[in-house]
């Protein structure tokens, strides 16, 4: 199946740092989405994403699907941002195949914001 | 409109026993799909339902089990519980079933944490 690496594994900001965190996928992909896990164990949806750039607020994303790569771009960080940060992805592929259908999470990057 | 919604948010039980846990997908969605969460094998697929009918499976023992009903509510049930299922379950719903050509973003809901003594 598709393999989906996430760096860095850690990372710890002060607060107002940027940060870019990196999810690397092994086939083309139909669907990627990036998560933001709060403490509680809520999985926020940030972007859904397979191609392309999108920003909101602070946050924006960038997809280069033809070299399969995703970028998240955390600007001006604050210590509400801290969590770990995962993209997803979900492989293109025929409605009725029977194939498996779902999203492929990357293991995360787990981010600490500090006063 | 209101979001996914997951209950129990919390449950202990202990070897052996069995466990249901219930998702309500956002009104119009008709997919739902189950992801387990733990600290050694992250999150994983469990199996996604579309229109009543379980799509796929994830590699789970026949122990894990779901269904979903004709109001698009879904509940995953496990047997025989092992301390090994400890986790976070996530469900997750989208408009459609995933796979096809198009949007199709997945929305969480808080999750089931289930503790197994």
């Known amino acids: 199946g598709i393999q989906v690496e996430q760096s860095p594994p850690d990372l710890i900001l002060q607060e107002g740092a940027n940060s870019t965190l990196r999810c690397n996928f092994s086939?083309?992909?139909?669907?990627l989405q990036w998560f933001h896990q709060n403490p509680w164990g809520q999985l926020i949806n940030l972007f859904y994403?397979?191609?392309g750039t999108k920003q909101n607020g602070r946050l924006s994303a960038t997809t280069v699907a033809t070299e399969r790569y995703s970028l998240l771009y955390i600007s001006s960080s604050q210590t509400t941002d801290s969590g770990v940060y995962f993209c997803?992805?979900?492989?293109?592929?025929?409605?009725?195949?029977?194939?498996?259908?779902?999203?492929?999470f990357g293991t995360g990057t787990r981010l600490q914001v500090t006063l | 409109k209101a979001g996914v919604t997951q209950t129990p948010r919390y449950l202990i039980k202990t070897r052996g026993q069995q466990v249901t846990l219930s998702c309500s997908p956002i009104?119009?969605?008709?997919?739902v799909s189950w992801y387990q969460q733990t600290p050694g094998q992250g999150l994983q697929f469990l199996f996604e339902?579309?229109?009543?009918?379980?799509?796929n499976k994830g590699n789970f023992p026949g122990r894990f089990s779901g269904r979903q009903f004709s109001n698009s509510r879904s509940e995953m049930n496990v047997s025989t519980l092992e301390l090994g299922d400890s986790a976070l379950y996530l469900c997750?719903?989208?408009?459609?079933?995933?796979?096809?050509?198009?949007?199709?973003?997945?929305?969480f809901g808080a999750g089931s944490r289930l503790t197994v003594l």
């Open positions: 339902y579309f229109s009543e009918t379980q799509r």
């Open positions: 086939d083309s992909v139909n669907n």
């Open positions: 994403i397979p191609s």
């Open positions: 997750a719903s989208s408009p459609r079933a995933s796979g096809g050509g198009g949007a199709n973003v997945l929305t």
């Open positions: 997803a992805v979900d492989p293109p592929r025929s409605l009725g195949t029977g194939t498996a259908s779902k999203l492929t």
């Open positions: 009104s119009g969605h008709r997919s």
